[in-house]
């Protein structure tokens, strides 16, 4: 088990979705579905922002770059591509739930947390060897931080609800 890439690859997807949050400091949103309806449902509701999009691909693009710099390994063009695909797993997430009438914040246990890995690791097997093993720890890990960090954004503020 060489988990060595595979977490090079994730730390980046890790700002990216943390980062999206800091779009709530901004007080003027624009949501990324331009409020618009599929049925009696947004598409993807007010916690999908343009902003939120580029603040997490700007600082995903700067962890990728710090690791490339640091570690010569990570192909800094699949990492980039990666983080888009994180990001597009999350919207494509927010969009089923809309279909499924979970409301914004409502939990979905798993997807909730592995969302953005797992459209971002369908990707990177094209590029990178990942063994099953190395995927379940680091979507154990991934479900661990990303309760903890949740947590941690309620407490601060940037987040409504803990999970």
């Not at 409020?35 to 947004?42: A, E, F, T």
């Not at 995903?60 to 390994?73: D, E, V």
């Not at 591509?81 to 990001?87: G, K």
């Amino acid at each position: 088990m060489n988990i060595l890439p595979l977490i090079m690859y994730t730390i980046p997807l890790y700002v990216a979705n943390a980062s999206c949050t800091l779009a709530a400091l901004i007080k003027k949103r624009h949501p990324l579905d331009f409020g618009l309806k599929l049925g009696k449902h947004r598409l993807l509701g007010n916690g999908k922002t343009i902003e939120g999009l580029l603040i997490g691909f700007s600082l995903g693009s700067l962890a990728s770059a710090i690791i490339f710099y640091l570690w010569p390994g990570l192909m800094l063009s699949i990492s980039l591509a990666s983080i888009l695909f994180a990001l597009l797993g999350d919207v494509i997430h927010s969009f089923i739930k809309r279909r499924l009438g979970i409301k914004q914040g409502e939990r979905w246990f798993l997807a909730d947390q592995l969302d953005f890995m797992i459209a971002s690791y369908i990707y990177l097997s094209f590029y990178i060897s990942m063994d099953f093993l190395s995927v379940v720890v680091m979507f154990g890990a991934t479900i661990l931080i990303h309760r903890a960090s949740n947590i941690i954004a309620y407490y601060l503020g940037l987040k409504k609800v803990p999970w």
